[in-house]
Nanobody, 124 residues
């Protein structure tokens, strides 16, 4: 059973940067797609970015060019670097692991394991 734990969230001003980490335990994440989702108050959870087992990445349009997702299989971890933050990026951010062998799913139902979430708040 893989367990995921996010860290690194907090309060930031618009235009600032934050880096979230996702540490895995209970199993190796090298065989999983790792995804980042976010959920703002009153809204559905949405896909933000994902990285495949081989290192390919995809992003939702609103963060393309501002966020960078990465993984370090040796450390059993994933990261998302968020730059030029905007107030609309405010949400609880979740990392997740999917066992799909190909592609990077964008829907939450395709992910098998989830972290507890980390709050990111961006002030204007």
């Amino acid at each position: 059973q893989v367990q995921l734990a996010e860290s690194g969230g907090g309060l930031a001003q618009a235009g600032a940067s934050l880096r979230l980490s996702c540490a895995a335990s209970g199993g190796t994440v090298s065989r999983f797609v790792l995804g980042w989702f976010r959920q703002a108050p009153g809204q559905e959870r949405e896909f933000v970015a994902g990285i495949s087992q081989g290192g390919s990445t995809v992003y939702t349009d609103s963060v393309q060019g501002r966020f960078t997702v990465s993984r370090d299989n040796a450390k059993n971890a994933a990261y998302i670097e968020m730059t030029n933050l905007r107030p609309e990026d405010t949400a609880v951010y979740y990392c997740a692991a999917s066992a799909v062998p190909l592609g990077i799913p964008r829907i939450s139902q395709m992910y098998n394991y989830w972290g507890q979430g980390s709050q990111v708040t961006v002030s204007s």
